[in-house]
């Protein structure tokens, strides 16, 4: 799955179509779709393309998604994606709203329809295999909203200056010791790396290993407050620079933004020990 018909593959964010003007189609359109590699970022961070410390997926919710059956009625769905973090490519999220919305008008002969074309086009854009779940509202799709089962960090009393990465105000507390735990923070904040647009969200840490100092966690997490990054990105920085400052044993880093476009993004990263959570809400989803 190494080549795509897809223009915008390994480009530059700055060509995606956020921020422009753009004509909405309301015919099936694959080309709408905006790859970006995923590799550029990572060189940030240096991460070796051929060495990714961990392993997850993005999960994508899809709440706007519609078509019409072979008469003409309109059909109305829940869409779940899941494109993996080894895949070369990310798809940048306006793109893939126009893209759903070229749905609309056109007619298909069943959700499984659906599911299989909407799978074959990001897999395609992506470059490896993604997961397409697709459930019409007429089967009365559920949606669980609930809290990460851990220790919520913001009812600290504390001072905060720093507003853009700080990865030094990561530690650990010696005092502590050892511990497996969940931290969890509705504090996440970070900026569209092209529009500059706020993204709003809750971050996870799942760790076994030195206790990570809380008061440093949390004034890391919103140092990110006006960075300007995807979402997956800004979770593998994270993960990066506790799994760096900290050295945990085992590490797992999620977020779960709201919803902009009638999509939102949760990615997942992990260094392979700490399983991926169930797709469950944020209140604010």
Same mark, same amino acid.
């Given at each position: ?10 480009a ?48 994508w919710?899809?709440?706007?998604l ?17 494109v993996?973090?080894?895949s070369a ?11 759903? &919305? ?89 900026n569209c ?35 300007n ?12 620079d ?23 993004? &949760? ?19």
């Amino acid at each position: 799955m190494n080549q795509t018909p897809f223009p915008g593959a390994g480009a530059d964010a700055g060509a995606s179509p956020l921020g422009k003007a753009v004509t909405y189609r309301a015919t099936y359109a694959p080309e709408l779709l905006f790859p970006i590699a995923r590799q550029s970022k990572r060189d940030e961070l240096g991460i070796a393309a051929d060495a990714l410390p961990f392993v997850g997926e993005d999960v994508w919710n899809a709440y706007e998604l519609s078509w019409l059956n072979e008469r003409g009625k309109p059909v109305v769905a829940l869409g779940e994606f899941r494109v993996p973090a080894e895949s070369a490519r990310l798809i940048e999220s306006k793109s893939l709203k126009l893209y759903l &919305n070229s749905f609309n008008q056109s007619r298909f002969v069943s959700p499984e329809a659906v599911q299989a074309l909407i799978a074959r086009d990001l897999s395609q854009a992506c470059g490896a295999a993604v997961e397409v779940s697709i459930a019409p509202l007429s089967r009365c799709p559920q949606r669980v909203a609930a809290y990460p089962d851990g220790e919520l960090l913001d009812d600290m009393d504390i001072d905060i200056d720093t507003y853009l990465p700080a990865p030094h105000l990561l530690g650990c507390d010696a005092a502590r010791g050892g511990v497996v735990e969940t931290l969890y923070t509705h504090l996440l904040k970070s900026n569209c790396l092209v529009t500059g647009q706020p993204d709003w969200g809750m971050l996870v840490v799942s760790y076994a290993g030195a206790a990570i100092d809380r008061a440093g966690l949390l004034r890391y997490v919103v140092s990110l407050r006006n960075h300007n990054e995807f979402h997956e990105q800004c979770v593998e920085r994270v993960f990066c620079d506790i799994l760096r400052r900290c050295q945990p044993e085992r590490l797992a880093v999620w977020a779960r933004y709201t919803r902009r476009g009638g999509l939102d993004i &949760n990615p997942f990263r992990s260094t392979g020990d700490i399983a991926m959570p169930a797709n469950v809400a944020e209140v604010r989803q």
